[in-house]
């Protein structure tokens, strides 16, 4: 067997147990933090009071204003209070939103984070930040933003609604298809992608017909912190393209528009990666290559309320223009995407057709 591969692991260190929220203090000690400021979104306020109540005097108090895509002005107000109230460090507890206000504050002030994900979304395991200003979203890659432990207590997504449930588990399930054709995958991350796509396959069917079976949320939670970590280590391409497109030009919901798109991207790229979307398939209980666009299709119908781009609200007279964006500069893909391919990707999403 010839191989060729760099591997480079990130830095952080992982809890994962039911129940394991209960740790979080010791955690803290351990890590020697002595005041974490809370932040959450203001539907979780709930959930960070019961963390302010176990923290007693370690905790800075709470931030519960991060929204979506960390707009700069929340960055602004969440350090002001982080200052004030002398805080070591940042405790996340919520989605992709309140890890991305964390992240925003590791890299400008250097607050360390513990993070405990309460969606699928994975941001905890990857370097990447974001943050927009003026409507514009800046990103980047930083070792800096890593979470120094990141907390997995399955019983947390048990209020997550299956709304947001199912297109979660198909936007972590994006990062382990992607990463499997990444150009610097390697046996490594590829081994974690296939497993991801398996264990999130298993559980988020159950996750939405049982949404307090903590065994079905263990197994999507597992596949997350795998296809997040996935995320963290390879390269995005062509279905990461044309969903930030869609998320940031066109402010369509960024799970839901994961879930839509990745069916019509994984057939689309099923003959340059055989390889890969064979593993795909399989993982969902395919056969071969052509078989990953309709599995994924599946498991979307099986586990998401919305179907189509259209679903979503966004107007037919935009694919033109959402194809020629997410078809302009270059980024990885196994298979060559031009505007006219994108817009029939875009146009298959946008009815949510079979592949
Ligand atoms: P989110 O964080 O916005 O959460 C969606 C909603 O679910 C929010 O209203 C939140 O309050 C609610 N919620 C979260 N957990 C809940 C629970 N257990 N019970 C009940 N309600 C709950 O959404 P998301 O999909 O997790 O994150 C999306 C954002 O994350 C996007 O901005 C995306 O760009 C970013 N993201 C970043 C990375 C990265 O590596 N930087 C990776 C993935 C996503």
Request: aromatic residues 6%.
């Amino acid at each position: 067997m010839q191989l060729s591969f760099t591997y480079e692991a990130n830095p952080g260190r992982t809890i994962f147990a039911p129940g394991s929220l209960a740790s979080l203090g010791d955690e803290l000690t351990r890590l020697g933090f002595s005041r974490a400021l809370i932040i959450c979104t203001p539907p979780q306020r709930d959930l960070a009071e019961r963390i302010n109540a176990m923290l007693g005097d370690r905790s800075a108090g709470i931030f519960d204003g991060a929204l979506m895509h960390v707009p700069f002005e929340t960055v602004v107000a969440c350090r002001d209070v982080a200052l004030k109230s002398l805080a070591d460090c940042t405790v996340a507890i919520g989605g992709g939103s309140t890890t991305g206000l964390a992240k925003a504050l590791a890299l400008e002030d250097g607050l360390p984070i513990v993070a405990v994900p309460t969606t699928y979304a994975g941001s905890e395991m990857t370097p990447i930040w974001g943050m927009t200003k003026d409507r514009r979203k800046v990103t980047g890659r930083d070792k800096a933003v890593l979470p120094k432990t990141v907390i997995y207590d399955p019983e947390l997504l048990v209020s997550l609604p299956a709304s947001i449930t199912g297109p979660s588990g198909l936007n972590a399930i994006a990062h382990a298809v992607e990463a499997l054709y990444a150009p610097e995958a390697n046996p490594i991350t590829s081994l974690m992608a296939e497993e991801a796509i398996r264990a999130i396959g298993q559980g988020l069917p159950k996750s939405i017909e049982t949404p307090n079976d903590i065994g079905a949320r263990s197994s999507t939670l597992y596949g997350a912190w795998l296809a997040g970590a996935t995320l963290g280590m390879v390269g995005m391409g062509l279905h990461h393209k044309i969903c930030h497109t869609l998320g940031g030009t066109f402010d369509l919901p960024h799970a839901d528009v994961h879930a839509i798109v990745l069916p019509y991207v994984a057939e689309f790229n099923a003959s340059a990666a055989p390889g890969a979307m064979a593993r795909v398939a399989m993982a969902l209980g395919g056969l071969a290559a052509s078989d990953a666009g309709r599995c994924l299709y599946d498991l979307r119908r099986k586990t998401c309320p919305k179907q189509s781009l259209a679903s979503l609200g966004m107007a037919q007279s935009d694919i033109r223009h959402a194809a020629e964006l997410a078809s302009a500069g270059s980024y990885p893909n196994p298979r060559i995407a031009s505007a006219d391919d994108v817009e029939r990707i875009i146009i298959e999403a946008f009815h949510g057709l079979q592949p």
